[in-house]
């Protein structure tokens, strides 16, 4: 079942699954705590696969796509339906990105194996809003999760 708020990075994101000030000093700790931030979500049957899966994912090649922002993303079958969890970094973490930078913004995007399609159309609407500088310093800038929610939700009515 497709619902409309899985076509929106704010309609799948909630303050349980966005920590701001995330103290991780390399890749591999801000990837397991930012899927740590859905281990309570009742749609991850096995939060340990779903780690397993990212991580899988991630040696296929860098999520480190540039600008600052790392978008580690999988599908799996220890999800239930697609989720979002963002991190901001207390911290520059060297993320082996693309462009050689450092990244502060961490958004993870896991889906079922059976939604490719959403899980391509959000990275797709992720990638735009990233390309945005003054919106990615709205992210860095934000004082706490609900404040992230609020500029994700503003950014997507503007730019769709």
């Known amino acids: ?21 995330l103290d991780a000093g390399t890749k ?4 397991n705590e930012v899927v740590d931030l859905l281990s309570s979500s009742p749609e991850v049957r096995d939060v340990e696969q779903l780690r397993a899966d990212v991580f899988t994912r991630e040696q ?8 600052g ?4 993303h999988a599908q799996s079958a220890a999800v239930s ?6 991190a901001v970094t207390k911290n520059l973490v060297d993320y082996n990105a693309l462009d050689g930078e450092p990244v502060r913004l961490i958004l993870l995007l896991v889906g079922p194996e059976n939604e490719r399609a959403i899980h391509v159309r959000l ?4 990638s735009r809003l990233m390309n945005d500088p003054s919106f990615r310093a709205l992210l860095i800038d934000a004082d706490d999760e609900d404040a992230i929610v609020d500029i994700i939700t503003k950014a997507e009515e503007v730019h769709g």
């Open 60 to 67: 296929v090649m860098s999520t480190g796509v540039g600008k």
């Open 28 to 31: 591999q700790d801000a990837i």
């Open 123 to 126: 990275l797709g609407r992720i």
């Open 81 to 86: 339906n697609t989720l979002v969890a963002f």
């Open 69 to 72: 922002l790392a978008l580690p």
């Open 1 to 21: 079942m497709i619902l409309a708020n899985t076509l929106s990075i704010s309609g799948l994101l909630t303050p349980e699954r966005i920590c701001v000030g």
